[in-house]
């Protein structure tokens, strides 16, 4: 099972981005999907995450302007960021609890997908 990130890449202040990121694989079931960030020198920091029935959490900085959303069908969550500021350049990664069946058994593991890199310039 992986986890396949796209969509970063180089704005200007005040435009949007949309990150996409995708589980493949052989799985039962996902729950919690998110984005994390992190910029050089800080720790690693939640963005938003969701449920699997659509209950949202979010970072108060990315409130109103980032929007996060997934299609359980296509096992994907998407993150709209809307009026970028430079504050929220960072690498961008998105994390999924991934459940899996094995001789009957279920067995949940947080699965990390690779970083994309978001870059917002003045």
């Known amino acids: 099972v992986q986890l396949q990130a796209s969509g970063g890449g180089l704005v200007q202040a005040g435009g949007s981005l949309t990150l996409s990121c995708a589980a493949s694989?052989?799985?039962?079931?996902?729950?919690?999907m998110a984005w994390y960030r992190q910029a050089p020198g800080k720790v690693r920091e939640l963005v938003a995450s969701?449920?699997?029935?659509?209950?949202?959490d979010s970072a108060d900085s990315v409130q109103g302007r980032f929007t996060l959303s997934r299609d359980n069908a296509l096992n994907t969550v998407y993150l709209q960021m809307n009026s970028l500021r430079l504050e929220d350049t960072a690498v961008y990664y998105c994390?999924?609890?991934?459940?899996?069946?094995?001789?009957?058994?279920?067995?949940?593991?947080?699965?990390w997908g690779q970083g994309t890199q978001v870059t917002v310039s003045s």
């Open positions: 994390n999924a609890d991934v459940v899996t069946r094995y001789s009957g058994a279920f067995y949940q593991k947080a699965l």
């Open positions: 969701i449920t699997r029935d659509g209950s949202i």
């Open positions: 694989g052989s799985f039962f079931s996902i729950h919690d």
